[in-house]
């Protein structure tokens, strides 16, 4: 099976300007989860969905927000960007759910604001 | 807050050592996993244990669990050079959130 993939793998944007991230998982995974990892606050779960449906949300403001279409592929999207915003967001799938069963990583998206 | 906190925040060994990295929890979980990062990279699992469970292992790998003391620990043998990475654990407390401890940068030096 092809693994997670996300694209694209690296963008830089400009504050006040909007961005939109891509994720397939691997085929027959329901469940896809994105993270936000920094140096300063490490790996931060950002949000996870499950057959289309939002099931948890991590603690991140509203600009932050994604969806979940019915071939499972996800996107996340940030809008009026800011500096702390650069980061290497990261999706996974999964079969069940983030804590019930391993996750699969993407090679993650490298995000720089300037 | 994060849920989980590695330690130590950086380990150095030489090769054909074993390395030995610590997590601890806060709250109760159902089950704890072990994460491996290559710099720069998405994260690779390495191993799942259920809160049911005490030990187990995986080729090299030997994970404990304690959950009167919420804690984990992650123990590489023989360690080579390309075990070199951040190890993280990610714990699952419920209700679908998954959270990464700050994890261990382990270098294994040939």
């Known amino acids: 099976k092809a693994g997670v993939t996300q694209t694209p793998r690296y963008l830089i944007k400009t504050r006040g300007q909007q961005v939109t991230l891509s994720c397939s998982p691997i085929?027959?995974?329901?469940?896809v989860s994105w993270y936000q990892q920094t140096p300063g606050q490490g790996l931060q779960f950002l949000f996870e969905?499950?057959?289309?449906?939002?099931?948890n949300k991590g603690n991140f403001p509203g600009r932050f927000s994604g969806r979940q279409f019915s071939n499972s592929r996800s996107e996340m999207n940030v809008s009026t960007l800011e500096l702390g915003d650069s980061a290497l967001y990261l999706c996974?799938?999964?079969?069940?759910?983030?804590?019930?069963?391993?996750?699969?990583f993407g090679p993650g998206t490298r995000l720089t604001v300037l | 807050s994060q849920q989980g906190e590695e330690d130590p925040q950086a380990l150095s060994i030489q090769e054909g050592e074993n390395a030995t990295m610590n997590c601890s929890y806060k709250t109760s979980i159902n089950n704890l996993q072990w994460y491996r990062q290559n710099s720069g990279r998405g994260l690779v699992h390495l191993i799942l244990?259920?809160?049911?469970?005490r030990e187990k292992h995986s080729g090299r790998l030997r994970v404990t669990l304690d959950t009167s003391k919420k804690s984990s620990s992650l123990l590489i043998t023989a360690s080579r050079a390309a075990d070199t990475a951040s190890y993280f654990c990610a714990t699952d407390a419920g209700g679908n959130q998954f959270y990464f401890g700050t994890g261990t940068s382990l270098t294994v030096i040939p």
């Open positions: 996974a799938s999964s079969l069940v759910g983030a804590g019930g069963s391993r996750q699969f």
């Open positions: 969905y499950f057959s289309e449906t939002q099931r």
């Open positions: 244990i259920r809160s049911n469970e």
């Open positions: 085929s027959g995974h329901r469940s």
